[in-house]
């Protein structure tokens, strides 16, 4: 009995000493994955930048500090490219302020009614030029989004008059007038917004500034005819896709959880639509449309709903002509303007294979600069020291220092330079 009673006491110290080790495994796996997850072994750095030497680039180089030096996230989670793309999503910006605009409502030809809101520079610009922001937000977005608010209030007081353009659908309080809303491409809400801006202020230079879809949409509209690079500056796209034929497949992947985001925008696609089921389908009949609406309800992808509805309000008898047609890659060749073109290594919904596009055309053509953050996300970008972000972030401070150095640049650049700069320097410059 005795003996039993020692063997029981020598082995029962054992017990706790293997349940402590086994809480240590648990919390040594947990911390992995936190680390892993949140990347926070990864270092900060400045933006990789392809660009050619110029005069141009030279000068941008040492008037842009965003493209030059480290961008820093904030330390616990700002690493992650998907914590970043949340922030922006859920979020959009800390503590947004409310610049105060006009509406303005332009009739198109078709008998849609786009809208932009005008907001006035809050002192005079640095040049002492007048200088007009002309912004196109992100798919579904609009001027009231927290990011843009954040955006046009720096702009605005760095002396830049901003007009955002509300994409033709977007805004929950606006009527559609006719059976058509904004699409991946379509440029003609944009092209009226400027043609405005050029009537009203016939002294004003134009910044061009497109976030996401809008950045395709800018770049499209630039490339699309050299009118409309005329009184242009400059030109910024931030983490646009480039080709939608080629991002459409890298979309039902998994990779990075695209498939999940894809599901997610397709869903906001989806309320969108049908918060102006009336004006797109009311003046219709048939099995046609009630077929589309049936695809509508059940679809989980952008594709699907841009094969079965988003196509149709231009005529295109493919998805793939769709993406052909409305993809700014087959355009972008044809801004002479300077353009700075942003991504971010670990924005989730743009993968790595578009990132081919603006690295070759930067290192083709001399007025172009392609910008790439280690971090950032999709539009995130949000800056800070340990946990709390800052109210502007690097992609705010980047855009309007690039646009400061673009001003400054075409106050003292030399008289032979070319406006578009697309035959490199003047004769005795050239590096």
Known sequence: MNTHQSDAYTVSPELPAMFDGMKLAAVATVLYVIVRCLNLKSPTAPPDLTYQ???????????????????IPPLLWGKSGHLQTALYGKLGRVSAPHPSGVRKYLPMVDGATATFDLFEPMGNHRTGDDITMVICPGIGNHSEKHYIRTFVDHAQKDGYRCAVLNHLGALPNIELTSPRMFTYGCTWEFSSM?????????????????????????CKF???NMVNQERVLCCVSI???YSALRAQETFLQWDQFRRFYNFLMADNMKKIILSHRQSLFGGSSGKTIDADLSRLYTATSLMQ?????????????SLKEYYEKESCVHYIHNVKVPLLLVNAADDPLVHDSLLAIPRTLAAKKSNVVFALTLHGGHLGFFEGAVLFPQPLTWM?????GYANAMCQWEKQKPPCQ??????GSCAGEKA
Do not use: W
């Open 222 to 224: 630039l490339g699309e």
């Open 53 to 71: 030497d110029t005069p141009l680039s030279r000068f941008l180089l040492k008037s842009c500090p965003q493209l030059t030096k480290e961008y």
């Open 396 to 400: 705010d401070k980047a855009i309007v």
């Open 194 to 218: 400027v043609g405005y801006i050029k009537r009203a202020y016939p002294e004003t230079q134009l910044i061009v500034v497109g976030f996401s879809l809008g950045g395709n949409i800018v």
């Open 418 to 423: 070319s406006t578009d700069l697309s035959e």
């Open 239 to 241: 983490c646009q896709g």
């Open 305 to 317: 709903i841009d094969d079965n509805i988003m196509r149709k309000f231009h005529g295109h008898s």
